[in-house]
């Protein structure tokens, strides 16, 4: 018996998506017809089987456990930097304890809150006993609560300083943020020296203070922040009128981030020089906005963002928008693989380009991989099939400057675009296609007076 | 329903966001929470206890790793399972195919009333396994779908987004893996008598 009955339905029925009339019509055909009685079967034997949840493991969770790093996120310094102050606890918290009272006692109208919570938090006068019984002024043991985390202590602040670091280059000074605990007496201009003094945490960035310097003292007013230096801060400046620029930044950039700070003067043992090594040193500096470089990482951020904009106005086919992200002098190249060649390949210029999805004009954009036969679209069926042919925005492979190993085709855009930074974004393909529908949109930015700017749309795709 | 799955979201982002200020906690919670249904899941994928377990570990050590990443536009259970199906794709494709699997002896247990009549408990049995089998022969996409369908309760939108598709074409999918496994079922069927 052949029966014609709505598969659609029995699958419906099957998922309980029906009224009771259109049930009843169901049941009814099912209780006549055999055919659709076993595809019934079978649905629902495939349902509960999918459904079914009962194995059990008991390791997985444990293993899991065991391979991660616990401590990711919870900012090792922290850790590290809370063990080392409580270690030093014994010593310096009779000095906190009575800091933590005037704290209170200054901030108690506008920090009425924190004032509470310490005044209510549960003494804990037996938890430190070293601390208690060492010193009669610590009749504050109770106000200070039982934990031993010092970020809960009034003095200690936390602040994001800026850094500046000379380059490799020596032509340039680039920003490096750290946190820092400041406590109440300490001063932020000695903090911000030191931290200086300390070097850069990146590896291409070199600090430019000369061995042994230390500051005498540090004062501000009017503006002016007056750094007196050991006289090591002139004998031992290796030279140069690049690393003398890179010394002299690097210190008032770094100061003038301070508030309340537009310039520095420099003493020698608390005289004031003539001159540096080269530069004139008896008047106070300004700040160099000129010689402030991009960090890499600040770069990537500003690619990343351009390239989401990029990807965004892709998407939506905002012509308008994306006409205004490319280059203004180069225009932007398609190209429709991996491997990208400028004489072949079609250049628009972003004035072209934001009619473009209009026009019925077939372009030959370079030949078809295996056949080598000419691609001749318009540009609508070129985007289709060549720009946007994957949700390229939501894919979870997104990449910056980075080639992935995949494809046989030679990656070339390092040497088209030297200058240049790419975002890829990378579809993995599917397995029915065994992951040979794997797809990439690559997008090129090249800077262009002081901002990114889309230089070239590669497509990426399986190759013969 | 929408009350629940509202709610849930909130519990996950709030266990990701205590997670990512350093509660380790919360991730062992967010693990109770999905792992039985990820393993089985991944079981059903597989075929293998052993692999589940190990690709179901490997999928939440990415998880953690990546945590700082997730972005809440998305359930968490979507970016979970999302991460489970890449790994399932790009590790897991290379050993299947040289394994050969016994259904019959994969079909979970009968209930005890039919103990006493074994002839026709082998039959269900062979029948639910030549049905696993159907399964498990489907397109691994259409594999996919299904399975994600009826043992997460997903919508079509979120087994859309899982496997980067619309949720027509999720929707298509499924239905079209419920026609091939009825209609390979049928043929052999016949082809049996």
């Given amino acids: 018996m052949n029966c014609n009955f709505d598969f659609e339905d029995i699958i419906k029925y099957c998922e309980n998506q029906m009224s009771d009339e259109e049930k009843k019509r169901v049941k009814d055909h099912l209780d006549a017809c055999e055919k659709c009685r076993r595809y019934y079967g079978v649905l629902k034997y495939t349902e509960s089987y999918a459904k079914d949840s009962s194995l059990k493991s008991e390791s997985i969770s444990k293993n899991v456990m065991e391979a991660i790093d616990m401590n990711r996120y919870s900012k090792n310094k922290k850790v590290w930097a809370g063990k080392a102050f409580y270690k030093a606890m014994p010593v310096i918290k009779p000095i906190l304890a009575t800091a933590a009272v005037f704290a209170v006692v200054i901030a108690c109208v506008a920090n009425f809150d924190n004032f509470k919570r310490l005044i209510e938090s549960p003494g804990s006068i037996g938890a430190n006993p070293t601390a208690s019984n060492s010193s009669p002024q610590n009749t504050s043991a109770a106000v200070i609560p039982g934990s031993t985390k010092p970020e809960d202590l009034d003095p200690v602040e936390k602040r994001t300083i800026t850094l500046y670091f000379a380059n490799s280059n020596a032509d340039k000074v680039i920003a490096e943020k750290r946190e820092v605990e400041i406590s109440q007496d300490t001063q932020i201009e000695r903090l911000v020296f030191e931290e200086l003094q300390k070097g850069p945490k990146s590896e291409d960035l070199y600090s430019a203070i000369p061995e042994g310097t230390r500051l005498l003292s540090a004062s501000t007013a009017n503006g002016i922040c007056t750094l007196n230096l050991s006289k090591e801060f002139v004998d031992n400046h290796p030279g140069g009128s690049a690393g003398e620029l890179m010394t002299l930044y690097s210190i008032i950039n770094t100061m003038t981030e301070l508030s309340g700070i537009d310039k520095v003067q420099f003493l020698i043992e608390g005289q004031k020089l003539e001159a540096y090594i080269h530069a004139v040193f008896n008047e106070p500096f300004g700040r160099n906005q000129d010689i402030i470089g991009k960090s890499a990482s600040e770069i990537k951020a500003e690619v990343e963002a351009r390239s989401q904009a990029a990807i965004l106005a892709i998407k939506e086919k905002d012509m308008e928008k994306l006409a205004s992200l490319v280059h203004p002098e180069k225009g932007v190249l398609f190209s429709p693989y991996s491997h990208i060649e400028p004489g072949k390949h079609k250049v628009f210029s972003k004035d072209q380009l934001k009619g473009l999805l209009k026009s019925e004009e077939v372009y030959n954009w370079g030949e078809y991989d295996g056949s080598g036969d000419p691609i001749e679209l318009t540009f609508a069926q070129y985007y289709d099939k060549f720009v946007y042919n994957h949700d390229f925005a939501n894919v979870e492979k997104v990449a910056y400057n980075q080639i992935q190993p995949y494809g046989n085709t030679i990656v070339n855009i390092s040497d088209v675009y030297p200058d240049g930074n790419f975002i890829e974004y990378y579809f993995p393909g599917t397995e029915p296609h065994d992951g040979m529908d794997w797809a990439s949109l690559r997008l090129v930015f090249e800077e262009y007076n002081g901002q990114w700017y889309l230089v070239c749309i590669a497509h990426g795709q399986w190759t013969i | ?193």
């Fill in chain 2, 1 to 193: 329903m929408i009350g629940v799955l509202t709610m849930n979201k909130e519990r996950d982002n709030m266990l990701v966001e205590s997670t990512l200020k350093g509660n380790i906690n919360s991730f062992e919670e967010l693990m109770t929470l999905y792992q039985d249904k990820l393993f089985n899941f991944l079981a059903k994928m597989t075929y293998s206890r052993e692999d589940a377990e190990e690709i179901t570990q490997e999928v939440f050590i990415k998880v953690y790793k990546n945590l700082y990443k997730y972005n809440n536009k998305w359930s968490f259970s979507t970016w979970l399972y999302r991460i489970a199906i890449n790994t399932l794709r790009t590790e897991y494709r290379k050993v299947k195919n040289l394994k050969k699997i016994d259904y019959y002896t994969n079909v979970p247990d009968l209930p005890a009333s039919l103990s006493d009549y074994p002839e026709i408990a082998y039959e269900i049995k062979e029948q639910r396994g030549q049905i696993m089998k159907l399964i498990d022969e489907l397109k691994e996409d259409q594999k996919t779908a299904l399975l994600l369908r009826c043992m997460q309760d997903f919508s079509f939108k979120e087994i859309g987004d899982i496997l980067g598709i619309s949720p027509e074409a999720a929707k298509m999918k499924i239905q079209r893996a419920k026609q091939t496994i009825c209609r390979k079922y049928e043929k052999l069927e016949k082809g049996g008598r």
